[in-house]
């Protein structure tokens, strides 16, 4: 175990987190480098998929994602994103999204799975704690405090929902850097100084700033961001179209109707595949077997289907970066580099797109995948007092507005104001006796003014109108959480107030929400590590057996030898409780089995289309 590391007990060190919308990466400082966690399975990229079954039982990452197309309503992928999303938009995807809503929370995204309702803050919370658990086992100590990369367009109480996961997860101590933020840090530490452009694009947020480096100091000039477009819209085009016209060429198929929930999860796997195959060689297949046609329908795509499907996105980026670069005064061109960051980046005609609306030729791209996570350890290590970072003066990733009585938005904290930030605003009644006043807020990231929640003061004491002093005060925390008081100042009287957020949790359900957190795990971390690799080892000896139970066909002669001699070797490793020892045993029959399980769950699909 590196001596800094064991050092530092779990509440004064800090691991780093890239909450990706496809897969988390979590690491930790290695002395002067870094030293990335793996799930069970060995993956570093660590899928974000989360399986929750009837009875109560749990997968995560790599394990979870094996089985989605098998279990398609058991398996929610992309958990992040419940944070941010609406209700109905979810309802228009289908069977794409074939998870059951929970009706009775307007404004908070409830899914019925597991055996009862979740929300999108547990589910997160979920797969927060598998990522703490893969780093627990990897560095061989508790972990309890992190800093968690975010989308620059999540509003204040995405961040504060975010905060609230991370707590169910296990975290005790978070602190938030926003994704162009994080990618700036990775880049000053190469040595970088002036005024860069940094643009972050991956599979759910387009997010980019404006940011000044200088030896000592990085300011945040201008910030734009959007969750409207990003990789995954792209995969669900194709998925569908696909699907569409698989069940246009093959209108009597009752297998494609009746099992739509499982085809439509496995074509946004293979969809993936195809996205990649047609930007490094221009074409690409997909084929779903027919039962009953003697052959499967294939269709051909091209780069220009791609292309087709990107061109709304990149104009709506190109638009957001133009109004970057507007918000903070400068004209195309008025940076001294162009920084790139996120999965979109691997798609050349993406790359092309920022550069010209930048007017710079893109930074070197070996690390855009990796940036956002060195950028938010560098982070981590200042918090940990073990490295020097630049003073990071970042500004609100969103401005604040109140509606006026014309319907007019006024600003109340512009994008340009520096993180602490508040305001307090007076109001009064236009009524004599009038015991409440409803205030509107709104936020912007870049285009537009939309609504962000609804702020209802109560319990004003009776006067005449105008006569109240109703101060409301409005304050950001440097991670960009806000919090919202009121106090009536004439007579000094308490008031009652309400926050109703467009989406999420209300005042009153933060605080039941809060205190429905389970404590911390109170057994020695050793223990609870090692039940819980026993617990994932008789899971893996239980596959092992039911694939045995298939017959010759579940398992092929040299495979079966394999298996076994694995399976031996963890089985004397559990009872001894090494955990070196028994991680590594887990990992070698892990790769032992993935290509076994594929083709099993391969199998076990073309088995169902034939029902």
Not at 219 to 243: E, H, N, P, T, Y
Not at 576 to 583: Q, S
Request: charged fraction near 25%.
């Amino acid at each position: 175990m590196p001596s800094a590391l064991a050092q530092k007990t779990a509440v004064e060190s800090f691991v780093a987190i890239d909450l990706g919308t496809r897969v988390g990466r979590i690491a930790a400082a290695r002395g002067d480098g870094i030293r990335r966690a793996a799930d069970a399975a060995g993956e570093t990229d660590i899928p974000a998929v989360v399986a929750l079954s009837p009875q109560g039982g749990m997968l995560a990452g790599t394990d979870a994602r094996q089985g989605q197309s098998l279990f398609p309503a058991e398996t929610v992928l992309a958990p992040k994103s419940l944070l941010i999303a609406d209700a109905e938009e979810l309802r228009r995807r289908g069977h794409f999204f074939p998870h059951p809503l929970d009706t009775g929370h307007p404004g908070l995204v409830r899914l019925e799975i597991g055996g009862r309702p979740r929300s999108g803050i547990e589910i997160v919370g979920l797969y927060l704690s598998a990522l703490r658990r893969a780093a627990e086992a990897s560095f061989e100590r508790p972990v309890a405090s992190a800093v968690i990369t975010v989308p620059v367009d999540f509003s204040p109480f995405d961040r504060q929902a975010l905060r609230l996961a991370a707590r169910v997860g296990g975290f005790e101590r978070t602190r938030f850097v926003d994704e162009p933020v994080a990618a700036a840090l990775a880049w000053a530490a190469r040595g970088f100084r002036g005024r860069a452009a940094v643009c972050c694009w991956g599979a759910g947020h387009f997010g980019a700033a404006i940011i000044e480096v200088q030896p000592e100091l990085l300011r945040v000039v201008a910030s734009v961001g959007s969750a409207a477009i990003g990789g995954d819209r792209l995969d669900l085009a194709l998925a569908q179209d696909f699907l569409a016209r698989a069940e246009q060429a093959h209108p009597d198929a009752g297998s494609l109707v009746k099992h739509r929930a499982h085809l439509a999860r496995h074509f946004l796997v293979g969809a993936q595949q195809v996205k990649h195959d047609l930007v490094s060689k221009g074409r690409a297949d997909l084929r779903l077997p027919v039962p009953g046609r003697g052959e499967a329908f294939r269709h051909t795509y091209a780069r220009a289907d791609l292309e087709g499907w990107l061109a709304p996105q990149l104009a709506t980026a190109g638009t957001l970066c133009r109004a970057m670069f507007g918000a903070a005064g400068l004209m195309r061109g008025d940076v001294d580099a162009l920084v790139l960051a996120g999965g979109m980046m691997r798609i050349p005609a993406v790359v092309e797109a920022l550069a010209e609306v930048v007017g710079r030729s893109p930074a070197d791209l070996d690390e855009s995948g990796e940036a956002a996570l060195r950028g938010a350890l560098r982070r981590a290590r200042f918090l940990d007092h073990d490295g020097a970072e630049p003073l990071v003066l970042d500004t609100l990733p969103q401005a604040l507005g109140l509606e006026s009585q014309g319907g007019r938005v006024n600003e109340l904290l512009a994008r340009t104001e520096l993180l602490p930030a508040g305001r307090t605003e007076l109001f009064t009644t236009y009524l004599e006796k009038q015991s409440e006043v409803g205030i509107q807020l709104y936020n912007h990231c870049g285009l537009r003014w939309e609504p962000l929640a609804r702020v209802e003061v109560s319990r004003i004491p009776g006067m005449k109108e105008s006569e109240p002093q109703i101060e409301v005060g409005f304050q950001l925390d440097e991670d960009g959480v806000l919090e919202v008081t009121a106090q009536e100042t004439a007579r000094n009287k308490p008031l009652g107030l309400e926050v109703r957020p467009q989406r999420g949790l209300t005042g009153a359900q933060w605080g039941s929400a809060w205190q429905e957190i389970p404590p911390p795990e109170e057994r020695p971390f050793e223990e609870a590590l090692r039940e819980e690799l026993r617990a994932r080892g008789r899971l893996q000896m239980e596959m092992v057996r039911a694939l045995a139970r298939q017959g010759p066909g579940g398992l092929a002669r040299d495979e079966k030898q394999l298996v076994t001699t694995k399976v031996k070797e963890l089985e004397e490793v559990l009872e001894g409780g090494d955990l070196v020892e028994m991680r590594s045993c887990q990992r070698e029959l892990g790769e032992a089995l993935y290509p076994i399980l594929q083709r099993v769950y391969d199998k076990s699909l073309e088995a169902l289309l034939r029902q």
